[in-house]
């Protein structure tokens, strides 16, 4: 069992940053792959942005290739997303998962982030 906690979201004007972090707890962390999927009003759930178990691996959607990195410190079960050059268009509520295997298994609470232009 993983439970998922994800912080760091907020309101940023356009241009600006934020990072997230999606905290893990169990003893079995560095066994996942990590994802960071966001959701806006209206809209279906899409995939920004994973991370293999080593970390060695990473997977970026077009909307955030150049923009986004994500990143995780296995001895602080911790998964990050830093978010530069944000836009309007990144305003969603950011969701981490875990995975073994092909499906996601774990979801967090998820975290909104506002960016006005």
């Known amino acids: 069992q993983v439970q998922l906690v994800e912080s760091g979201g907020g309101l940023v004007q356009a241009g600006g940053s934020l990072r997230l972090s999606c905290a893990a707890s169990?003893?079995?962390?560095?066994?996942?792959?990590m994802g960071w999927f966001r959701q806006a009003p209206g809209k279906e759930r899409e995939l920004v942005s994973t991370?293999?178990?080593?970390?060695?691996?990473?997977y970026y959607a077009d909307s955030a290739k150049g923009r986004f990195t994500i990143s995780r410190d296995n001895a602080k079960n911790t998964v990050y997303l830093q978010m530069n050059s944000l836009e309007p268009e990144d305003t969603a509520v950011y969701y981490c998962?875990?995975?073994?295997?092909?499906?996601?298994?774990?979801w967090g609470q998820g975290t909104q982030v506002t960016v006005s232009s």
């Open positions: 991370i293999s178990w080593s970390g060695g691996s990473t």
């Open positions: 998962a875990a995975r073994m295997g092909s499906f996601w298994n774990y």
């Open positions: 169990g003893r079995t962390f560095s066994s996942y792959g």
